[in-house]
């Protein structure tokens, strides 16, 4: 009954290929967000995702697309996958009031291309 | 453009200490102001808030003071225990869809 969940939860992978990473929420919260971690340990929003509709695209590049079947996922596709990609990645969801309650996170994916 | 900064990597406490982690930020339209504590292999955990418009919120053992003009805040622990140990991230928050964090902090309690 994880709040967030994440997968795969490790992911290694060629220069070029086109990889996906999943998440799903249970908490019945109406945004969802993926996060990059990268080398230096900052937390980075990538895209958040409000009943459907894109609301934040940080200058990621359109390699990333967010994709979201329902408002319990929020899917992360990436093509042509290059060697600055290597992060880890979090997904995260809220509910109206998350200054007061915070997002929740998943447990994020490590992702490392080769 | 890091508009949230922890200009200290690591801190090391004895336990039973207080621990005080540091914050700063440069966006002055920021009104909301979070931290989260991550253990390893696991996502960031909601710990605490404060409001722009308040200067203190406690929670137990935490604390979290907000200086607005200085444009820092800082999170206390006291007592401060082993299980504390993890990273410490700082946030802050322009609206509910939007909240940047810093670098994080690594606390060591030491028994």
């Known amino acids: 009954d994880t709040a967030v969940s994440q997968t795969p939860k490790y992911l290694v992978t060629q220069m070029g290929n086109d990889k996906s990473i999943k998440c799903e929420q249970n908490l019945g919260h109406d945004t969802m967000y993926w996060y990059k971690q990268d080398s230096k340990k900052f937390l980075k929003i990538m895209f958040s995702y409000n009943n459907k509709e894109l609301i934040i695209n940080e200058t990621v590049p359109n390699r990333f697309s967010p994709k979201s079947p329902d408002k319990a996922h929020l899917n992360l596709h990436i093509n042509s996958l290059e060697l600055g990609d290597s992060a880890v990645y979090f997904c995260a969801s809220s509910q109206a009031g998350a200054r007061s309650y915070g997002y929740t996170f998943g447990s994020g994916t490590r992702l490392t291309v080769v | 453009d890091q508009q949230v900064k922890q200009n200290s990597p690591s801190l090391s406490v004895q336990e039973g200490r207080i621990s005080i982690l540091n914050c700063d930020y440069t966006n002055s339209m920021f009104d909301y102001f979070l931290w989260y504590k991550k253990y390893p292999a696991e996502g960031p955990t909601f710990l605490i808030s404060i409001s722009s418009i308040k200067d203190k919120n406690e929670d137990g053992r935490f604390t979290v003071f907000l200086n607005k003009s200085a444009k820092h805040l800082s999170l206390h622990i006291v007592p401060s225990q082993p299980g504390d140990s993890a990273v410490y991230f700082c946030?802050?928050?322009?609206?509910?869809?939007?909240?940047?964090f810093g670098a994080g902090t690594r606390l060591t309690v030491k028994p």
């Open positions: 946030a802050a928050s322009l609206n509910n869809n939007d909240m940047r």
